[in-house]
């Protein structure tokens, strides 16, 4: 659910707006009379996008825009208004909007393209966050693996390829979960009793999430087979680890065997207060394995999570890896500076860890998911220093959007320095890239690229020393 705060001194317009946003499932909407009650309300309460006028007293929708941008760094916000001049529209995305929709016309199908604008900035910033959020993670200097989740090691759209094949191949149903049962994955080929009957019900699915806990708990020595605490069809489980970390649990089941019994599973429809006719015919259909059979399938599953996990933890000690490299480059930087009689010497050393280092991050697939399901352009820069100054800097990676907005392929990108991509001297943006670098403060512009010639909005953040990263997206 995305929960928006809208902001206008009418409060007519304020309740219709609500009302027409609401309308929209996913949308919740609180609302503020002006731009310090809206101040107020953010310094309290979380909110997923701000919605304001821009003619208001006291503080009006550019001014509100600064507020915001300087508290609250990059939370979505969109200019609605019906101020129809140009220079409110520049002065909005100059200050950093995510979007600016003008008043006016049939009201429903204005507030459909409101609603989609809010659903685009927050999916965006949500998209921005976890970038951050895995560069962080992955290149933590720490040793353990203590503070990282499954999210920050897999891609879920390949673990669940994986997932979907495996059931496919086996005939089991299958699931990967948090350690208290939430899912993480959608359920792969789960049977009619199970997914339509015992979940719908609370105590079935609250059964459910208990059962799939306890199956897959942490237990290295193989797979953790059972008839599940919710109906009794054969289930199974393994855990997925980082390292000494369990992150989640891979469960599998809902078969029966030539030995159920039929009377006792049946009883189980009355405890949880489902139907008992429905439970008796979707009984029925539930796929048959012998228990050798399904002892073999989760043999196979424990196989397949030990190397996933072996896979994650080796993904993690390589990024980790490049991140100790890239640290001892910036320390070689800094005593290439205080030796002056060892220049090119030091110069070569640098090249070649340099050189180690693209390489690496060109093998390491972890980094691509980071970049490869982004619609904006994202690469990623180290700074390069002359006696202490800021003088250029280098592209470590790039993603295909990027590649698509420059017009040059990777191979022309990657290794270069930006005044030889741009054909400029200083190369664009330097000075915010290093008011980044320097401060360690997120900047969001929207600003006319001097190498493209096309006014694009750009996030700028620091995820560790010396190195910037950047995200472009056209207006």
């Given at each position: 659910?995305?929960?928006?705060?809208?902001?206008?001194?009418?409060?007519?317009?304020?309740?219709?707006?609500?009302?027409?946003?609401?309308?929209?499932?996913?949308?919740?909407?609180?609302?503020?009379?002006?731009?310090?009650?809206?101040?107020?309300?953010?310094?309290?309460?979380?909110?997923?996008?701000?919605?304001?006028?821009?003619?208001?007293?006291?503080?009006?929708?550019?001014?509100?825009?600064?507020?915001?941008?300087?508290?609250?760094?990059?939370?979505?916000?969109?200019?609605?208004?019906?101020?129809?001049?140009?220079?409110?529209?520049?002065?909005?995305?100059?200050?950093?909007?995510?979007?600016?929709?003008?008043?006016?016309?049939?009201?429903?199908?204005?507030?459909?393209?409101?609603?989609?604008?809010?659903?685009?900035?927050?999916?965006?910033?949500?998209?921005?966050?976890?970038?951050?959020?895995?560069?962080?993670?992955?290149?933590?200097?720490?040793?353990?693996?203590?503070?990282?989740?499954?999210?920050?090691?897999?891609?879920?759209?390949?673990?669940?390829?994986?997932?979907?094949?495996?059931?496919?191949?086996?005939?089991?149903?299958?699931?990967?979960?948090?350690?208290?049962?939430?899912?993480?994955?959608?359920?792969?080929?789960?049977?009619?009793?199970?997914?339509?009957?015992?979940?719908?019900?609370?105590?079935?699915?609250?059964?459910?999430?208990?059962?799939?806990?306890?199956?897959?708990?942490?237990?290295?020595?193989?797979?953790?087979?059972?008839p599940c605490l919710s109906g009794g069809l054969w289930d199974a489980g393994t855990s997925i680890s980082i390292g000494t970390r369990h992150v989640a649990n891979w469960l599998i089941g809902q078969v029966l065997d030539e030995q159920a019994d039929y009377d006792r599973m049946l009883l189980y429809a009355d405890e949880i207060g489902a139907d008992r006719n429905e439970f008796s015919e979707a009984l029925a259909e539930v796929p048959k394995m012998s228990k050798k059979q399904f002892q073999k399938v989760s043999e196979t599953l424990f196989v397949i999570a030990s190397q996933l996990s072996l896979q994650g933890l080796q993904n993690?000690?390589?990024?980790?890896?490049?991140?100790?490299?890239?640290?001892?480059?910036?320390?070689?930087?800094?005593?290439?500076?205080?030796?002056?009689?060892?220049?090119?010497?030091?110069?070569?050393?640098?090249?070649?860890?340099?050189?180690?280092?693209?390489?690496?991050?060109?093998?390491?697939?972890?980094?691509?998911?980071?970049?490869?399901?982004?619609?904006?352009?994202?690469?990623?820069?180290?700074?390069?220093?002359?006696?202490?100054?800021?003088?250029?800097?280098?592209?470590?990676?790039?993603?295909?959007?990027?590649?698509?907005?420059?017009?040059?392929?990777?191979?022309?990108?990657?290794?270069?320095?930006?005044?030889?991509?741009?054909?400029?001297?200083?190369?664009?943006?330097?000075?915010?890239?290093?008011?980044?670098?320097?401060?360690?403060?997120?900047?969001?512009?929207?600003?006319?690229?001097?190498?493209?010639?096309?006014?694009?909005?750009?996030?700028?953040?620091?995820?560790?020393?010396?190195?910037?990263?950047?995200?472009?997206?056209?207006?």
């Amino acid at each position: 659910m995305i929960t928006v705060l809208t902001v206008d001194d009418e409060p007519t317009l304020l309740e219709v707006g609500r009302l027409f946003l609401e309308r929209m499932s996913d949308i919740t909407v609180e609302t503020a009379s002006s731009g310090k009650e809206a101040l107020s309300l953010l310094e309290s309460h979380p909110y997923d996008a701000i919605i304001s006028d821009y003619d208001m007293p006291e503080m009006n929708g550019i001014e509100l825009l600064h507020e915001v941008r300087s508290r609250f760094s990059d939370l979505p916000f969109i200019l609605f208004t019906g101020k129809g001049r140009e220079s409110v529209a520049i002065d909005a995305l100059n200050a950093g909007a995510d979007f600016y929709l003008q008043k006016g016309g049939d009201p429903r199908s204005q507030y459909v393209e409101l609603a989609s604008n809010v659903r685009q900035a927050v999916r965006r910033k949500l998209a921005e966050d976890a970038i951050k959020h895995k560069i962080v993670s992955l290149t933590s200097p720490e040793s353990d693996t203590g503070s990282l989740t499954f999210y920050d090691v897999f891609s879920l759209d390949d673990i669940q390829e994986i997932q979907d094949a495996f059931s496919s191949a086996t005939g089991v149903a299958s699931i990967i979960t948090e350690l208290d049962g939430t899912p993480i994955t959608k359920p792969s080929n789960f049977c009619h009793l199970c997914n339509n009957i015992i979940r719908k019900t609370e105590k079935g699915q609250k059964n459910c999430y208990i059962s799939d806990a306890v199956l897959g708990r942490y237990h290295p020595e193989g797979p953790v087979i059972s008839p599940c605490l919710s109906g009794g069809l054969w289930d199974a489980g393994t855990s997925i680890s980082i390292g000494t970390r369990h992150v989640a649990n891979w469960l599998i089941g809902q078969v029966l065997d030539e030995q159920a019994d039929y009377d006792r599973m049946l009883l189980y429809a009355d405890e949880i207060g489902a139907d008992r006719n429905e439970f008796s015919e979707a009984l029925a259909e539930v796929p048959k394995m012998s228990k050798k059979q399904f002892q073999k399938v989760s043999e196979t599953l424990f196989v397949i999570a030990s190397q996933l996990s072996l896979q994650g933890l080796q993904n993690v000690q390589q990024a980790r890896e490049i991140s100790r490299r890239e640290r001892v480059e910036s320390d070689l930087r800094a005593a290439y500076e205080q030796i002056a009689g060892a220049e090119e010497e030091l110069r070569e050393q640098l090249d070649e860890i340099r050189q180690a280092n693209l390489y690496a991050h060109q093998q390491e697939q972890q980094y691509r998911t980071l970049f490869m399901h982004m619609s904006e352009g994202h690469a990623i820069r180290e700074l390069i220093t002359d006696g202490g100054v800021v003088t250029d800097y280098r592209f470590i990676d790039v993603n295909p959007a990027f590649e698509q907005l420059v017009g040059k392929h990777r191979d022309q990108i990657v290794g270069v320095t930006g005044s030889e991509v741009f054909h400029m001297a200083p190369p664009p943006f330097l000075d915010i890239f290093t008011k980044v670098s320097e401060t360690g403060t997120p900047v969001v512009s929207v600003i006319e690229h001097p190498g493209l010639h096309r006014e694009l909005r750009i996030s700028v953040f620091k995820p560790y020393k010396g190195v910037v990263g950047t995200i472009f997206s056209e207006l």
